[in-house]
């Protein structure tokens, strides 16, 4: 057991006696009291008050350490003279939100943001929209016709709901799975589609993979392959807004699996410490590729970690629209006005493979996945919400079923026969005068190009 060195505050202290106390985290209040020093710099023992467990314990039994502390440069803290261990984890799991029954129902006494009618048609739309264009776009990858892919299946509501709660002006940090943000945003079925085949009209100039968007217009920061990177960036961002006084939050999205990378636990931290205002939202969706949740953490899934950082948390049914939305609006209303960072875990479900590269079947069964897919599906599931309103009906499922398909269809033939950019693209936007080892790289590849023709493609211009 680890001790502490302490000098005496009672009168053999003068004689510089020192006390030799074993101490233990117990989280209770049992206090004892040392000499004291404050560091004005440090606030944190202003916003930590010791006693403030609810869960108290009698030590009246502990007669000499009652109120005393040890008023540590973080701020103070109980002491107590009982060893005890905090427990690894609670056997009772958190709780998570929920607004709608499976059956589009509302559940009673439920708090939730009012959805109009508009809005809430917008968002089952831009549900389906964004389905349709990953069927299509799944399948023109499975013809060989893009290089790879990456579809939203069975977690439309995360990426939509978020989107419709949050503000234009808020920063968006993807990870590869939120092609539903960058549609409500106003990123066109066009320049998705453009992206993901490279051509010339693609905003990252075919330098990146397929489903890596970004868009400066919409203050959706370009999407990066290594994992997690985005999480200590967004709370950069963050810092940013606050330092600028603006009116905005940054919001950083990841999965499951991105919570065991590095970049999650020191994004946290700095953020939490900065009080940074930046929503961190992770899709647990159940599977990191073929790693499941048992095998990825211990703790009560993510949202047990937000304490650990001193972060406010909420688990929410990623499966449910209004739940979504509301646990979203609410979480920006407390990271702008309260500078504060928010953790939030949405419980939802990957449908689909990991992405093209994968066979999910290998790994999980197919009667789980059929669950998901059909009984949680969370575009029917808003589906029955709408239609109880009165908001939606067969004709009008009909008209954008076939609007949506002609629109993807479209998009793709469009994209498929533009252009590829030029070969010169290939090196300019890293610097301001390109150095002279790019040159270089650039006259073999012109000169291999002119020897070679036939192994190149032909659409591929100088």
């Known amino acids: 057991m680890a001790s502490w060195f302490l000098k005496s505050t009672r009168s053999s202290s003068i004689h510089g006696v020192i006390r030799k106390l ?14 004291r020093r404050r560091f004005v710099s440090m606030e944190a023992g202003q916003k930590l008050d010791p006693c403030s467990s609810s869960e108290e314990e009698d ?60 809005v809430a048609v917008n968002m089952y739309s831009a549900m389906v929209t964004l389905k349709t264009m990953d069927t299509f776009l799944y399948e023109a990858q499975r013809q060989g016709r893009i290089s790879f892919y990456m579809t939203s299946f069975g977690e439309e509501a995360v990426n939509i709901a978020s989107a419709a709660a949050l503000s234009p002006q808020d920063f968006v940090l993807p990870q590869y799975r939120e092609a539903g943000v960058l549609l409500w945003r106003g990123f066109t079925v066009q ?62 999205f990841t999965g499951d699996g991105g919570t065991s990378e590095g970049d999650f636990h020191a994004g946290l931290n700095f953020a939490a410490v900065m009080e940074a205002p930046v929503i961190f ?28 950082y001193g972060i406010r948390s909420i688990r929410v049914d990623g499966n449910d629209v209004i739940a979504v ?19 939030v875990e949405a419980m939802t479900y990957r449908v689909g493979h990991h992405s093209t590269s994968d066979d999910s079947t290998k790994y999980r069964p197919m009667n789980e996945i059929e669950y998901w897919k059909t009984a949680r599906n969370p575009i029917s599931i808003f589906k029955k919400y709408i239609e109880r309103y009165g908001w939606w009906n067969e004709d009008k499922e009909s008209e954008l079923a076939r609007n949506v398909k002609k629109q993807v269809l479209e998009a793709i033939k469009t994209a498929e026969g533009m252009e590829k950019p030029a070969l010169t693209e290939m090196f300019t936007d890293v610097y301001d005068q390109m150095p002279l080892n790019l040159y270089e790289q650039e006259r073999s590849i012109r000169d291999s190009m002119k020897k070679y023709p036939k192994d190149y493609p032909i659409d591929l211009h100088v």
């Open 59 to 118: 030590y009246s039994d502990n007669i000499a350490y009652q109120n005393q502390d040890l008023n540590f440069p973080g701020g103070k803290v109980p002491l107590t003279s009982q060893m005890k261990f905090i427990s690894e984890a609670s056997h009772k799991r958190l709780p998570c939100y929920r607004v709608l029954n499976d059956d589009g129902s509302l559940i009673s006494n439920t708090i939730h943001e009012q959805v109009g009618e508009d």
């Open 281 to 308: 939202i992770c899709r647990n969706n159940g599977w990191a590729i073929s790693t499941p949740v048992h095998e990825q953490f211990r703790s009560d899934g993510v949202v047990a970690k937000g304490l650990g």
């Open 22 to 35: 074993p101490m233990a985290f117990s989280g209770k209040c049992t206090a004892v009291g040392i000499e």
């Open 191 to 252: 320049e998705c589609t453009n992206q993901c085949f490279g051509n010339k009209d693609d905003k990252g100039k075919g330098r990146q993979m397929p489903v890596h968007y970004g868009s400066n217009k919409h203050n959706v920061i370009t999407i990066s392959s290594p994992l997690a990177t985005q999480i200590s960036q967004a709370a950069g961002v963050a810092y940013s807004l606050k330092m600028d006084k603006r009116d905005a939050c940054a919001v950083a």
């Open 325 to 343: 939305y509301s646990a979203i609006r609410a979480a920006r209303n407390m990271a702008i006005n309260e500078g504060r960072p928010i953790l």
